[in-house]
């Protein structure tokens, strides 16, 4: 069984930053393939950043520049530094996790709110 628990979001202004933590409780962490996702109200999710089991990372346009994901495979963690937040990243923010050789995050983290204020 595999558990995720989000920390970090909060409230900031804009142009502010936050660093989201992502523990991953269960075997297998380094073989995992993560990603952030957010959601804000009356929106679908939508994928933020990746981070392949190698460090390989890719970003939605929305927040390259921005933000960074980063994982540390000793502490089973996930994160993501988020710079220059602007009113439209807030949203609920979710960690996931899949095996690589799949397509599908399998996994989800409960989510931690990040708003950002003009």
């Known amino acids: 069984q595999v558990r995720l628990v989000e920390s970090g979001g909060g409230s900031v202004q804009s142009g502010g930053s936050l660093t989201l933590t992502c523990v991953v409780f269960?075997?297998?962490?380094?073989?995992?393939?993560m990603g952030w996702f957010h959601q804000a109200p009356g929106k679908e999710r939508e994928g933020v950043a990746f981070?392949?089991?190698?460090?390989?990372?890719s970003y939605v346009d929305s927040v390259k520049g921005r933000f960074t994901i980063s994982r540390d495979n000793t502490k089973n963690t996930l994160y993501l530094q988020m710079n220059s937040l602007k009113p439209e990243d807030t949203a609920m923010y979710y960690c996931?996790?899949?095996?690589?050789?799949?397509?599908?995050?399998?996994?989800w983290g409960q989510g931690t709110q990040v708003t950002v204020s003009s």
């Open positions: 996931a996790a899949r095996m690589c050789d799949r397509t599908r995050f399998e996994y």
């Open positions: 269960g075997y297998g962490y380094s073989r995992y393939c």
């Open positions: 981070i392949g089991s190698t460090g390989t990372t």
